[in-house]
């Protein structure tokens, strides 16, 4: 069955710094959905890539899927403490239901 | 608001005992999906349900079990709870029947086992 693995599992930074999250899937990925869940809350939507090469971006968060690579990443710039948080990749178009491991992120003024 | 309710928002009980947790989904979506997340395991895939029907079974124990009823609302009924039951179990909403729809959170209902 298909795993997704993200990196870091978790990442601490400062404000003002830009991190990068990934999201590698064991198989073939299709595409890929990311989420936010701040701690102790639901899942926020993020975006959904579909198509290889694909980019999209949202407020200060961009996400790019390389389908060559089975891998995801999401890319934030100019951190602030309101992007702390729990970050998900979600596979698309799988047999099940498939969550990566998660990416905890703090970010400290 | 992503229009899915979940009640209760937090339940603390004992070690044996059965809890029910309650999930309303967006106005017509049709699928329902439970999930439970704990510190150590991440968020873990239990079931899904269209339209009244089991669609998916993920890593859901025997001791749980889920229904979807005519008015589409979700139950997931916890019994002979253990510590390790301890956890934010979710719930989310779909329009379709298939896992490449967007799904919608609810907002969790954190279970607390003593």
């Known amino acids: 069955s298909q795993e997704l693995e993200q990196s870091p599992q978790s990442l601490i930074v400062q404000e003002g710094k830009n991190l990068t999250i990934n999201c590698t899937s064991s198989?073939?990925?299709?595409?890929l959905y990311w989420y936010k869940q701040k701690y102790g809350e639901g899942l926020i939507f993020l975006m959904m890539?579909?198509?290889?090469?694909e980019e999209k971006s949202h407020e200060k968060i961009t996400a790019k899927l390389d389908e060559k690579k089975q891998q995801s990443s999401l890319h934030i710039t100019a951190s602030q403490p309101s992007h702390a948080g729990i970050y998900l990749c979600?596979?698309?178009?799988?047999?099940?239901?498939?969550f990566g491991t998660g990416t905890r992120l703090q970010v400290f003024p | 608001d992503s229009g899915v309710t979940q009640t209760p928002k937090h339940l603390i009980t004992a070690t044996g005992q059965r809890v029910t947790l309650r999930c309303s989904p967006r106005?017509?979506?049709?699928?329902v999906y439970w999930y439970q997340q704990s510190l150590d395991q991440g968020l873990q895939f239990l079931i899904q349900y269209y339209n009244g029907e089991e669609r998916a079974k993920g890593n859901i124990l025997e001791r749980f079990s889920a229904q979807q009823f005519p008015d589409l609302h979700s139950e997931l009924n916890l019994s002979s709870l253990e510590l390790g039951d301890s956890a934010l179990y979710f719930c989310a909403s779909s329009a379709a029947g298939g896992d490449t729809g967007e799904l919608f959170f609810g907002e969790g209902s954190r279970l607390t086992v003593l």
């Open positions: 979600r596979s698309y178009n799988t047999d099940k239901l498939i």
């Open positions: 106005s017509g979506d049709l699928s």
């Open positions: 890539l579909q198509k290889g090469g």
């Open positions: 198989k073939t990925l299709y595409g």
